[in-house]
């Protein structure tokens, strides 16, 4: 077998690749994954910075809500496409979209562009984690996944902690437009490397895409972000527009369902949730999502003003939590490959987690770097144990024929959860800042929220007294943020305890037996 052809191996072929394969292919799908990360994170660290050239604060998360939505709309097709006809060409289609998404980005003149272009990004972006994590789960067997895994936690670890570090270096040595033109060669170097070295087979296939299914779910997705994003900010909860985003939400999803039980190939396969621990992993992943990507959206804002860092600075304490995630997936790999156990993992990760936000709480004006470090690290701990589990369970679940359909899967349901948490956290931290700048702003002095007055620069620039209740304003927007991320973390815990210890697949036992049509069922 060669490497490529491993990743698109049908049902009744498919063998596990030995190392040696499985180390050609991997440096394509590191690559791919650290395009991925390294746009989210390097953005991430200079949203403060677009707001003020381009204006619209109460904007903001729209910025990371185009990006991710456009994403989770497209995760499921690209699984399914990927097991119906191999991982090469989405992977090249991913790429070249995501670089013109890129490039474009950097040209935007104003906020509406900035955000139709991170959706294109998008478009591209959701193909790129998927075509990794599902190429891994073609060519690996699950025992010995966690080690390939920690490679790609590595990989993680330099998008994190390099991603806000390069951010706020291009931002403050040259301009926020070249955190997305950076992208290109990153992008091109992937581009051509996959291009040589993934070589997956030509073959006449004879599929029915589930095109109705599919557009559903995209319906879905969209109805249920807008409804999340207007709900109680543009519009009133009780208005014709709120009430008609809930109404197609749940008619597109009673639509999808009804579908998909009916579809020839169905683009997300019902039957895999029959499977307990399946089933929870997605759940899992939906409140890991609420929580990371909600909560954290924030943090640049809160540390570029009221903390007083500048962008790279911004980065850098990041870097705690980075390092905690890192740590933590990396051992949590190496225990699960040497003993195949792996439901601890996730108890302690919801644990941590939520004493992490809970402390995340505690921001104020008078919070230290060093203290606010502490906080990213409990939280960072407890991602760890989290984020490699959930991908390992949820591939662990199903047969091969459906990996790319667990690993779709897995991202869409994390997607959703982010754009929903970005999205309600986002809302929610615009009403109370705007709250708070409205009763602690006095001398007569406004400052524009839905404006470019929010820009650390400008802020670092007020009078004293208004400068301090500017920060508390925003401080205590974060604070309750985080006081309604905490849940979140609780959910995760309770819901891990209910995962089933079931055996890990190793090569020789995938090789040996034949493929199954349907996953083992967990009661």
């Known amino acids: 077998m060669t490497a490529g052809s491993g990743a698109s191996g049908t049902v009744s072929d498919h063998h596990y690749a030995d190392r040696r394969e499985v180390l050609i292919v991997l440096p394509g799908l590191l690559m791919a994954i650290l395009l991925a990360m390294l746009d989210q994170l390097i953005v991430g660290t200079a949203l403060p910075r677009i707001v003020g050239s381009l204006g619209g604060v109460t904007h903001l998360a729209w910025v990371v809500t185009a990006y991710v939505l456009a994403s989770t709309v497209t995760t499921p097709f690209y699984g399914k496409l990927g097991d119906m006809y191999g991982r090469k060409k989405l992977f090249i289609t991913a790429i070249v979209i995501f670089l013109v998404g890129s490039a474009l980005s950097g040209l935007s003149q104003d906020m509406a562009q900035l955000i139709m272009f991170r959706a294109l990004q998008g478009l591209g972006a959701g193909g790129l984690m998927v075509g990794a994590m599902a ?50 060669p990153l992008g091109g170097a992937a581009l051509v490397y996959l291009l040589i070295v993934l070589h997956v087979p030509a073959k006449k296939v004879s599929h029915k895409i589930d095109y109705l299914g599919g557009g559903l779910l995209a319906v879905a997705a969209i109805a249920i972000i807008l409804f999340a994003t207007f709900g109680g900010t543009e519009y009133a909860w009780a208005s014709v527009q709120i009430i008609g985003l809930g109404v197609i939400a749940v008619a597109a999803t009673v639509g999808f369902i009804v579908t998909e039980t009916r579809a020839a190939e169905p683009i997300l396969p019902l039957h895999v949730f029959r499977n307990r621990n399946f089933s929870l992993t997605m759940v899992l992943t939906f409140f890991t999502g609420l929580a990371m990507f909600g909560a954290m959206t924030f943090l640049p804002l809160y540390q570029q003003t009221v903390q007083g860092a500048s962008a790279v600075v911004s980065g850098l304490m990041l870097t705690p939590m980075m390092v905690g995630v890192t740590i933590t997936s990396i051992v949590s790999g190496q225990i699960v490959t040497r003993t195949g156990r792996y439901k601890l993992f996730p108890v302690l990760g919801g644990a941590i987690m939520t004493v992490g936000l809970v402390l995340l709480t505690r921001l104020g004006v008078d919070t230290s770097r060093t203290t606010s470090g502490l906080y990213y690290v409990v939280l ?44 309600a956290f986002g809302a929610l931290f615009a009403s109370k800042l705007t709250d708070s700048l409205r009763t602690a702003v006095g001398s007569g002095v406004h400052v524009n929220v839905s404006g470019g007055q929010l820009d650390p ?16 304003a925003i401080a205590h927007a974060v604070q309750s943020v985080f006081v309604w991320a905490a849940p979140a973390g609780v959910l995760i815990f309770l819901l891990s305890l209910l995962i089933k210890q079931v055996p890990l697949r190793g090569r020789a036992q995938a090789d040996g037996e034949a493929a199954s049509e349907q996953p083992e069922l967990v009661s």
């Open 380 to 423: 960072g701990l407890g991602m760890g144990f989290l984020m490699q589990m959930v991908s390992l369970i949820a591939q662990n679940s199903v047969g091969p024929r459906d990996m790319g359909v667990a690993s779709s899967a897995r991202m869409f349901f994390q997607q959703i959860g982010g754009s929903l948490g970005v999205s």
């Open 135 to 184: 190429t891994l789960g073609d060519i690996v067997a699950p025992r010995e996944r966690g080690r390939y895994m920690s490679y790609m936690m590595v990989v993680m670890m330099l998008a994190t902690i390099g991603g806000p570090l390069v951010g706020g270096f291009i931002t403050d040595s040259f301009s926020w437009r070249w955190i997305f033109y950076i992208n290109l």
């Open 457 to 472: 620069t400008v802020v670092n620039k007020l009078p004293a007294p208004i400068r301090h209740d500017v920060f508390y």
